[in-house]
């Protein structure tokens, strides 16, 4: 069955310092791999995506992920954190199609930020 | 181009009670999915509609029901209400079904079960 471990529940860096979250996922197939981001009272947002090709992904807000199939990990990064990066982070892998076209979600890392 | 417009944001209801939410897609798109975020369970996959078809459903009782309009909006139901109901309920859009097409999540409605 598909599924998605995120193993730090909660991540607490200094503002400037790199970030690093992780991800695992278990899939039969090349998955669709996907990062959210949710700040309070809010719904997801993209931050990058990967299908196939460039195992190196870039997304908005200056994060990047990795995607390496023997490890079976999709971890996010960013070079320097900025304070209004505070918020939840869900690593999520879909299937291509037919009756089992879903995402589904890792259970989130808390990002901490401090001054 | 508008986003993913959920209403309401926030309600309130008791125990045995109903409740419908409604989903207004991002113009173009014509699949909604939706899914329900708790403390404890996290994530879930509800049920995924295109074309005012159920295409896909999720593990959850039959006190959840959807449905979408030919114009692509969506709304979910849960009847008679149990206090594990209360969640954050996100419906998302995209332009298709396949897999390729990226999902794009309203601010969510908050329901609360009292």
């Known amino acids: 069955a598909q599924s998605v471990t995120q193993p730090d529940i909660h991540i607490t860096v200094s503002e400037g310092a790199s970030l690093e979250l992780r991800c695992n996922y278990s899939?039969?197939?090349?998955?669709?791999l996907f990062w959210y981001v949710q700040s309070p009272g809010q719904g997801l947002q993209l931050l990058l995506k990967?299908?196939?090709?460039?195992?190196l992904v870039q997304g908005i807000k200056g994060f990047e992920a990795e995607f390496k199939r023997s490890q079976s990990s999709f971890n996010l990064r960013k070079p320097s954190v900025h304070w209004s990066d505070a918020a939840e982070y869900f690593c999520?892998?879909?299937?291509?199609?037919?009756?089992?076209?879903?995402?589904?979600f890792g259970t989130g890392t808390l990002l901490a930020v401090q001054p | 181009k508008a986003g993913v417009t959920q209403t309401p944001r926030y309600l309130i209801k008791t125990r045995g009670q109903q409740v419908t939410l409604s989903c207004s897609p991002i113009s173009g798109h014509r699949s909604v999915s939706w899914y329900q975020q708790t403390p404890g369970q996290g994530l879930q996959f509800l049920f995924e509609y295109f074309s005012e078809t159920q295409r896909n459903k999720g593990n959850f009782p039959g006190r959840f029901s959807g449905r979408q309009f030919s114009n692509s909006r969506s709304e979910m139901n849960v009847s008679t209400l149990e206090l594990g109901d209360s969640a954050l309920y996100l419906c998302?859009?995209?332009?298709?079904?396949?897999?390729?097409?990226?999902?794009?999540f309203g601010a969510g409605s908050r329901l609360t079960v009292l």
């Open positions: 999520a892998v879909g299937s291509y199609g037919g009756a089992t076209n879903k995402l589904i």
């Open positions: 998302a859009s995209r332009a298709g079904p396949s897999g390729a097409n990226v999902l794009t």
């Open positions: 990967y299908f196939s090709g460039d195992t």
């Open positions: 899939y039969g197939a090349t998955p669709y």
